[in-house]
């Protein structure tokens, strides 16, 4: 084996960097494969895992250094892949790795393996693409369906009741109300459709709708059960920002595990949400007026 040449300073800096980075993937690959049930991708999340520790090791040569994971880095993405999945939590991983390749290029001057390294990196990337195949990714199409139409529906209703009513309570009532009977709808609408298509998973299809909706429900509602009768104004603006957060992190979740465009998804639900609140809030006023109501 040749002799190795030290480093200069500036890039046995940054190798250091790649090295811990490679060590702390390998940490997270390892913890993650734990709780992948599937043995195929099971072991091939392990495989990723040995690779990523071949790499710090390289680096370690080179280095003459022994470095430590980032240990925040490893608990987050495991947190990450237990509570939205593994797909979504490894995919983000991956995406943050956007400056990797530029620092292989610009060390391979001094270390001629970084190039392979990289290459070893993008073929990481694309067995991760082949290999996640999470049953809630399966569903993503009836999340979205219940989601939607829980927004839409119910921003659109509290809009309207909030002018209309004057009433936290009240609105929440009515809310809370129409929110159940429409997620009790939603659901069953879904099983019977998916049944009518011969699928053996209906009944999985329509929990996940109904969870998706009954979840928004929950969290659209909540502003008019926290402020009192006076601010109902308060509670609306609340719930409208709920709504916004809503979809910006329902969307960020989708468009990195099925790699979709973020900002084109996000800014049509906003806008459909939005403006259906905007003209229920409205018809709810007109209506208030048009009865007489006074409450």
Same mark, same amino acid.
């Given at each position: 084996?040749?002799?190795?040449?030290?480093?200069?300073?500036?890039?046995?800096?940054?190798?250091?960097?790649?090295?811990?980075?490679?060590?702390?993937?390998?940490?997270?690959?390892?913890?993650?494969?734990?709780?992948?049930?599937?043995?195929?991708?099971?072991?091939?999340?392990?495989?990723?895992?040995?690779?990523?520790?071949?790499?710090?090791?390289?680096?370690?040569?080179?280095?003459?250094?022994?470095?430590?994971?980032?240990?925040?880095?490893?608990?987050?993405?495991?947190? /990450? $892949?237990?509570?939205?999945?593994?797909?979504? =939590?490894?995919?983000? &991983?991956?995406?943050? !790795?956007?400056?990797? *390749?530029?620092?292989?290029?610009?060390?391979?001057?001094?270390?001629?393996?970084?190039?392979?390294?990289?290459?070893?990196?993008?073929?990481?990337?694309?067995?991760?693409?082949?290999?996640?195949?999470?049953?809630?990714?399966?569903?993503?199409?009836?999340?979205?369906?219940?989601?939607?139409?829980?927004?839409?529906?119910?921003?659109?209703?509290?809009?309207?009741?909030?002018?209309?009513?004057?009433?936290?309570?009240?609105?929440? /009532? $009515?809310?809370?109300?129409?929110?159940?009977? =429409?997620?009790?709808? &939603?659901?069953?609408? !879904?099983?019977?459709? *998916?049944?009518?298509?011969?699928?053996?998973?209906?009944?999985?299809?329509?929990?996940?709708?109904?969870?998706?909706?009954?979840?928004?429900?929950?969290?659209?509602?909540?502003?008019?059960?926290?402020?009192?009768?006076?601010?109902?104004?308060?509670?609306?603006?609340?719930?409208?920002?709920?709504?916004?957060?809503?979809?910006?992190?329902?969307?960020?979740?989708?468009?990195?595990?099925?790699?979709?465009?973020?900002?084109?998804?996000?800014?049509?639900?906003?806008?459909?949400?939005?403006?259906?609140?905007?003209?229920?809030?409205?018809?709810?006023?007109?209506?208030?007026?048009?009865?007489?109501?006074?409450?």
């Amino acid at each position: 084996m040749p002799e190795i040449k030290p480093l200069s300073p500036e890039i046995k800096k940054r190798v250091l960097q790649m090295q811990q980075n490679e060590l702390t993937e390998y940490h997270i690959y390892t913890k993650v494969a734990g709780f992948v049930k599937n043995p195929e991708n099971k072991a091939t999340l392990l495989k990723i895992a040995n690779e990523e520790h071949r790499h710090y090791q390289i680096w370690e040569t080179f280095t003459k250094e022994k470095v430590q994971p980032i240990q925040w880095k490893v608990w987050w993405y495991t947190f /990450l $892949s237990v509570i939205f999945g593994y797909t979504f =939590a490894l995919k983000l &991983m991956e995406g943050n !790795e956007g400056d990797a *390749a530029y620092n292989y290029e610009d060390i391979a001057a001094e270390i001629p393996q970084a190039q392979k390294i990289a290459e070893d990196e993008e073929r990481h990337e694309q067995k991760l693409l082949a290999i996640l195949d999470e049953e809630r990714l399966q569903y993503v199409g009836s999340m979205v369906l219940g989601l939607n139409d829980a927004l839409v529906e119910l921003t659109g209703t509290l809009a309207g009741l909030t002018l209309a009513l004057q009433n936290t309570k009240l609105i929440a /009532l $009515s809310g809370l109300i129409t929110g159940v009977s =429409a997620t009790l709808s &939603m659901a069953s609408s !879904e099983f019977l459709s *998916a049944r009518s298509e011969g699928r053996e998973d209906a009944f999985k299809s329509c929990v996940y709708t109904g969870i998706a909706y009954c979840i928004t429900v929950a969290l659209l509602v909540l502003p008019y059960l926290v402020f009192d009768d006076e601010h109902y104004l308060h509670a609306l603006g609340t719930m409208l920002v709920t709504v916004v957060l809503i979809i910006l992190v329902f969307t960020y979740y989708i468009s990195v595990a099925k790699d979709l465009d973020f900002k084109k998804r996000f800014w049509e639900m906003a806008l459909i949400s939005l403006s259906v609140a905007a003209f229920s809030f409205v018809i709810g006023l007109l209506v208030k007026e048009a009865l007489g109501i006074d409450i």
